[in-house]
């Protein structure tokens, strides 16, 4: 493996040698993720570029009740975000627009709640409750990002 400095190249959004300018190959790009995520292992880290290149089925996307979705990382740890009828954001005592909003090709909300729970099912807490609610878009991805990171702080079981 190539040991020279690499950066992210914006112009040419690719990674590039730092010396050079040269593009890194995918495959170089891999194996430099897959070394520093051993070395993270290896000092009780996690891992930043935990994932299978190529798809990891255990990793993914999914669509909740047409209000929301859940991502699951490589950590195996799994965040929910709701923004619909009932749940803690701006339209949590809309119950009547249940069905408009199932409806719907589209649904906004300016808040959202979110939770999150480990592989093992016990959920994050955020002191006195498992779920929070009325976050900000720029809050919620800090809150992803840090479970993403960090994985959950425990709290009650699934």
């Known amino acids: 493996m190539d040991t020279r400095d690499t950066e992210f190249c914006v112009a040419c959004h690719a990674t590039v040698y730092?010396?050079?300018?040269?593009?890194?190959?995918?495959?170089?790009m891999n194996d430099f993720r897959r070394a520093l995520d051993a070395l993270a292992r290896s000092e009780g880290r996690l891992p930043?570029?935990?994932?299978?290149?190529?798809?990891d089925k255990t990793t993914m996307f999914k669509i909740t009740g047409h209000k929301g979705f859940q991502m699951v990382f490589a950590n195996g740890c799994t965040v929910s975000v709701q923004f619909g009828v009932g749940n803690y954001c701006e339209h949590h005592g809309a119950i009547n627009k249940y069905a408009d909003a199932q409806k719907a090709a589209e649904w906004t909300s300016t808040q959202a709640e979110v939770a999150a729970w480990g592989p093992d099912g016990r959920w994050h807490s955020f002191g006195n409750d498992e779920v929070r609610g009325y976050m900000s878009p720029d809050e919620v991805m800090d809150?992803?990002?840090?479970?993403?990171?960090?994985?959950?702080?425990?709290?009650v079981e699934a």
């Open 18 to 28: 730092t010396d050079t300018h040269e593009h890194v190959a995918e495959e170089e």
């Open 48 to 55: 930043k570029y935990d994932y299978t290149f190529g798809g």
């Open 143 to 155: 809150f992803m990002w840090d479970i993403k990171l960090h994985g959950v702080t425990p709290g």
